[in-house]
């Protein structure tokens, strides 16, 4: 019992800590592609641009004055 909680615990590691982050990673890339290949431009937005946070802020922020 405890190799299989071992085991799992190793597993949930390697997901948690390579995997996931690389995965948020490839997305981020590909909502600054498909935000620049939408909007055109000569520059990508920069990769706080496209996060939702920011948008959310930014809009807040606007609402706000």
Do not use: H
Not at 21 to 30: A, C, G
Not at 39 to 64: A, C, D, H, Q, Y
Request: overall charge positive.
């Amino acid at each position: 019992m405890a190799i299989s909680v071992a085991f799992g615990v190793l597993f949930g590691t390697i997901i948690l800590l390579l995997y996931f982050p690389s995965l948020i990673m490839y997305f981020n890339d590909i909502r600054r592609a498909r935000w620049w290949l939408w909007n055109g431009g000569e520059n990508p937005p920069t990769k706080m641009e496209v996060e939702p946070f920011t948008k959310l802020k930014n809009r807040t922020n606007e609402i706000s004055e």
